[in-house]
């Protein structure tokens, strides 16, 4: 794939593609030594984890980005339905099986926090040995009340033309950021460069859909599963959170009572921390592999 060089300068990272169920799965990887899985949510792309890849480089981590179907370098499926919590961890299971992991840890921010620990949980040869939870949810809550974000990909007409035609919400993710800037200019475009044909849009409308509204939604048998692994999970887990996230900064307090075990590390950022803390997320990452933390 030719890529502009705006974009090739900010992210130097060549992608391989693997065949999975659904498509073609694109990732990225960099270094060499323990395995680092890092997943991320909607509607970004391993550019996402840039910063975070450059904070640990020499760390003896072999670090590695898949971009979910829908998204990134990642064939597009074009129908909004496929898009759904067990597709996406079928697709990934795959990947991470054909990558012969060895006792990797899982960083997840977003919807790649369930899709990740679904992934982990139905891949019986992938043992997951410590996991690092940014920004998601995988504990749910004792009530399904869905921002207006995800009750807009509800309605039936005014979601196509927001989601599709207008390409919502690419050009507006600096907004739930703390520092707006974090998001804004060259690295904006590169948000939105995977998704600059129409036809390609279905994976922001189809993963704001995968939210639920109610307990009778699709999504919530595969969430109660993840959240039954991740209790039983007996591996260190660690939660670094944006507290200024405007979408899952208040879903804290949850992840806190169902993980008492969990280390938490609270930062002033917003939703996509990667952006704005990547030096706090290497840290954790760092010392959920054993190495010792830079002074």
């Given at each position: 794939?030719?890529e502009?060089?705006?974009?090739s300068?900010?992210?130097?990272?060549?992608s391989a593609?693997?065949g999975?169920p659904g498509?073609?799965m694109?990732w990225v990887e960099?270094g060499?030594?323990?395995?680092v899985?890092?997943?991320h949510?909607?509607?970004t792309?391993?550019?996402l984890w840039?910063k975070v890849?450059?904070?640990l480089?020499g760390?003896?981590l072999?670090l590695l980005?898949?971009?979910l179907?829908?998204?990134?370098?990642s064939s597009?499926?074009?129908a909004v339905?496929?898009?759904?919590l067990d597709?996406?961890?079928?697709a990934?299971t795959a990947w991470?099986?054909?990558?012969?992991?060895?006792d990797?840890?899982?960083?997840?921010?977003?919807?790649?926090?369930?899709i990740g620990?679904?992934a982990?949980?139905?891949a019986?040869?992938?043992r997951?040995?410590?996991?690092?939870?940014l920004n998601?949810g995988?504990?749910?809550?004792?009530r399904?009340r869905?921002?207006?974000f995800h009750?807009?990909?509800?309605?039936?007409?005014?979601s196509q033309v927001?989601?599709?035609a207008?390409?919502?919400?690419?050009?507006?993710?600096?907004?739930v950021?703390?520092?707006?800037?974090?998001?804004?200019?060259?690295v904006?475009?590169?948000?939105?460069?995977p998704?600059?044909s129409?036809?390609?849009?279905?994976a922001?409308?189809g993963?704001?859909?995968m939210?639920?509204?109610?307990p009778d939604h699709?999504?919530v048998?595969g969430?109660?599963e993840?959240?039954?692994?991740?209790?039983?999970?007996p591996?260190?887990?660690?939660l670094v959170w944006g507290?200024?996230d405007?979408?899952?900064?208040?879903a804290?307090a949850?992840?806190?009572?169902a993980?008492?075990?969990?280390?938490?590390?609270e930062?002033d950022a917003?939703?996509?921390?990667?952006?704005?803390?990547p030096d706090?997320?290497?840290r954790s990452?760092r010392?959920?592999?054993?190495?010792?933390?830079?002074?």
């Open positions: 794939m030719n502009p060089r705006w974009l300068s900010q992210f130097p990272y060549p593609v693997d999975v498509g073609a694109a960099s060499r030594g323990r395995d899985v890092c997943v949510g909607n509607p792309w391993s550019f840039r890849f450059a904070a480089e760390q003896r072999r980005a898949p971009d179907l829908g998204c990134g370098r597009k499926p074009r339905a496929w898009h759904g597709g996406h961890a079928a990934l991470m099986e054909a990558r012969r992991l060895q990797p840890i899982l960083v997840v921010q977003d919807w790649g926090g369930p620990l679904l982990a949980a139905r019986p040869r992938v997951i040995s410590a996991v690092c939870l998601t995988v504990v749910l809550p004792g399904f869905g921002k207006g009750r807009l990909s509800r309605a039936p007409v005014l927001l989601f599709r207008m390409g919502f919400p690419l050009g507006w993710l600096g907004r950021q703390a520092d707006r800037r974090s998001i804004s200019g060259e904006a475009r590169a948000y939105r460069w998704f600059r129409v036809a390609d849009r279905a922001p409308l993963l704001a859909r939210v639920p509204g109610g699709p999504s048998p969430l109660r993840v959240e039954a692994w991740l209790r039983a999970f591996g260190p887990v660690e507290r200024k405007p979408l899952l900064g208040g804290l949850r992840h806190v009572r993980l008492p075990r969990a280390r938490v590390t930062t917003g939703h996509f921390l990667q952006e704005e803390v706090i997320i290497a990452i010392r959920l592999a054993g190495m010792q933390e830079a002074p």
